[in-house]
């Protein structure tokens, strides 16, 4: 199974990027998909994760300011990330909680999924 992010880039502070994160491959069902992102010299934390048929949840650092969706049918997750501050800048990884078909058995869960990462950039 991969997951495939891109929307990533360059921006000013005070704009917006889409960010999209498409899951592929022998997917029985997905539980959550989030975002995730780590700056240079710091962790990785959470951005925001939606949990299929739940509210989505936000780090309080983008409450108000970012989005994030689902496409259920194309297994996709969206982030919509309006206002951007410099302090925004890192590398963009999707994650997904999901259980994949497996011939002749039970579907296999896969806890911590991660994608490619994607790069946003917010000049000042």
């Known amino acids: 199974v991969q997951l495939q992010a891109s929307g990533g880039g360059l921006v000013q502070a005070g704009g917006s990027l889409r960010l999209s994160c498409a899951a592929s491959g022998s997917i029985f069902s997905i539980n959550a998909m989030g975002w995730y992102r780590q700056a240079p010299g710091k962790e990785r934390e959470l951005v925001a994760v939606?949990?299929?048929?739940?509210?989505?949840n936000y780090a309080d650092s983008v409450k108000g300011r970012f989005t994030i969706s689902r496409d259920y049918a194309m297994n996709t997750v969206y982030l919509q990330m309006n206002s951007l501050k410099p302090e925004d800048t890192a590398v963009y990884y999707c994650n997904a909680d999901l259980y994949l078909v497996v011939p002749g058995s039970n579907p296999l869960r896969l806890y911590d999924h991660w994608g490619q990462g994607t790069q946003v950039t917010v000049s000042s």
């Open positions: 939606i949990i299929s048929g739940g509210n989505p």
